[in-house]
Every structure is written in structure tokens, then in C-alpha cells.
């Protein structure tokens, strides 16, 4: 199983960035998917999830309006895309797979949202 992300890095306010996730080894299709991050000296804090068949998307309050989760099941992939990036948003964003097989995290990718 391998959970690969994508597409992290140095971003001014109010820029956008999309990250990627990449999944092999598992029924993809089948497995909610998550993106989570992680900020310095904070606990992990559900960013968005979103549905095996991509149907229903959930957001944290913080995220809502400016970040959008998609996955494409032809392709394994999930995709966040976020707007409108403030500084508290940097952490390191993992994504996660959850399902009957278990749950399954990729290594994540650092966003810094700074001038």
C-alpha cells in the first residue's frame, strides 16, 4: 500500500496551491479518503474527506468555502485544492485512506504559507 502526496510548498497569502495523492496496493474506489495536516506544536486536525465514490464532502469550519477535496478513481488520486491560503494554514498535510482493509497514511507535504 502506498499513499504518495503532491504538490506542497512556499505560497504568499491569499495564493493557491493543489495537492495530490497518489494511492496504489489497495481497492482505491472503495476507501473513504481524508486529507489531515499537522502544524507545528499542534494535534492533527481533519482538513476534508470525502466519499469512495466522491458523492459527499466534508470540510473542517476553517476550510470551508476555500478548500475543495475531489478524487479521481479512474486515476487513484485525490486532490485538495485550496484558495485564499493564510499562514495558519501551514502544517504538513497527509492524506489518508480509511476502509475495510484498515487505515493507510501517506508521508505528507509541507505547505508554508508566508510573505
Known amino acids: 500500500v502506498q499513499l504518495v502526496e503532491s504538490g506542497g510548498g512556499l505560497v504568499q497569502p491569499g495564493g493557491s496551491l493543489r495537492l495530490s495523492c497518489a494511492a496504489s496496493?489497495?481497492?482505491?474506489?472503495?476507501?473513504?479518503m481524508n486529507w489531515s495536516r499537522q502544524a507545528p506544536g499542534k494535534e492533527l486536525e481533519l482538513v476534508a474527506s470525502?466519499?469512495?465514490?466522491?458523492?459527499?464532502?466534508n470540510y473542517g469550519d476553517s476550510m470551508k468555502g476555500r478548500f475543495t477535496m475531489s478524487r479521481d478513481n479512474g486515476k487513484n488520486t485525490v486532490y485538495l485544492q485550496m484558495n485564499s491560503l493564510k499562514p495558519e494554514d501551514t502544517a504538513v498535510y497527509y492524506c489518508?485512506?480509511?476502509?475495510?482493509?484498515?487505515?493507510?497514511w501517506g508521508r505528507g507535504t509541507q505547505v508554508t504559507v508566508s510573505s
Open positions: 496496493g489497495f481497492s482505491f474506489s472503495s476507501y473513504v
Open positions: 470525502i466519499s469512495s465514490l466522491g458523492g459527499i464532502t
Open positions: 489518508n485512506a480509511r476502509g475495510r482493509g484498515g487505515v493507510y
